[in-house]
């Protein structure tokens, strides 16, 4: 966790603690598979003019990957906006001013809150314009309000003073300024053998898309995106129409309910409560037995794939399951 940079939040407002974002699984990037074009979107507040890259916008879908996985070496500020907010209107060009100037000592995220409230939700945001700094995944409020040009940048400062102590001294790789046509980047297209499924989750078919994968992976069994893909595609398949409460009390009420403690397990991994899922039904394997447990067992491993096998977690887990077998 950083540490070293105090700030305030607004007088009178007890702290909040900060978020660990970092457990997060990355769904949303599954449907949005080509990141939004670096700089200032259409509604946008207007001018934004910094150079292609230093500035970007997020949504709760590419939350954690454009900001949570990069703050892992480049300094991140968050700042929340939203089109009725003048001040948003004053405040959020300066900050692009001033993330231009650093010359991509950070990067600045901005998040439109009227079509992000899940973000809202997880950072507390409760009045706009906020901003917040984002440093090896953890969250940390700076400021709410308009602020004057000098505080800022003294802000700015000690962000970077902190994140360079806390070995996060990376930097965003700079482009030309978006209005130069010459600078503008090229997407890098998706391999045809992807391109299909990806299109079917960008429509919400995911059984459309389910089918793309496993047509892929028949075809070659060692695509490890198609794998992952078609993994993350059947848990947002499960979890569309769930009433998460009522799915939650049954868990709680039978914690021998195998189906009752998958259902939870998805939704824990879906909210990026990964370990906590992944504890759950190893403890149910080993209160089961006979097909409930292998079921148990197989639903583990599926959310094994939808995690990465490269992950962590995944060996830590596949460790408890074998304790718990054997």
Not at 7 to 22: E, I, K, T, V, Y
Not at 244 to 265: E, F, L, S, T
Not at 287 to 294: F, I, K, M
């Amino acid at each position: 966790m950083c540490e070293g940079l105090v700030m305030s939040n607004q007088p009178g407002r007890p702290s909040r603690p900060a978020l660990d974002l970092r457990g997060a699984v990355d769904l949303g990037a599954l449907a949005n598979r080509r990141p939004p074009a670096p700089g200032g979107a259409a509604g946008s507040p207007p001018g934004d003019d910094a150079p292609s890259g230093v500035v970007i916008d997020v949504t709760d879908a590419t939350f954690v990957e454009q900001v949570v996985q990069r703050s892992t070496t480049v300094p991140v500020l968050v700042d929340f906006w939203a089109e009725w907010c003048e001040p948003c209107k004053q405040l959020s060009p300066l900050l692009a001013r001033i993330a231009a100037d650093s010359g991509g000592a950070f990067l600045l995220a901005k998040v439109d809150l009227d079509a992000n409230p899940q973000l809202g939700q997880a950072f507390g945001v409760q009045s706009i314009p906020a901003v917040f700094a984002v440093l090896a995944g953890q969250p940390i409020p700076l400021f709410q309000g308009a602020q004057p040009e000098a505080q800022i940048r003294a802000v700015v400062d000690e962000v970077l003073r902190v994140a360079a102590a806390n070995g996060v001294t990376g930097r965003v790789e700079v482009s030309p300024a978006k209005d130069d046509p010459a600078g503008e980047p090229e997407e890098t297209p998706l391999p045809p053998h992807l391109a299909a499924a990806y299109e079917a989750v960008d429509r919400g078919a995911y059984a459309e898309a389910a089918v793309a994968f496993e047509t892929i992976l028949a075809q070659n069994p060692a695509d490890d995106e198609a794998r992952l893909g078609l993994a993350q595609v059947r848990l947002l398949e499960r979890t569309q129409d769930l009433d998460a409460v009522a799915a939650r009390a049954a868990a709680a009420a039978d914690p021998q309910d195998v189906g009752a403690q998958v259902i939870v397990a998805d939704l824990d991994v879906l909210g990026g409560h990964v370990d906590d899922a992944f504890s759950r039904l190893v403890d149910t394997v080993r209160l089961t037995a006979g097909p409930e447990r292998d079921r148990a067992r197989r639903h583990l491993v599926e959310l094994f794939d939808v995690v990465g096998s490269a992950d962590p977690r995944v060996a830590a887990a596949r460790l408890s399951l074998a304790n718990a077998l054997f």
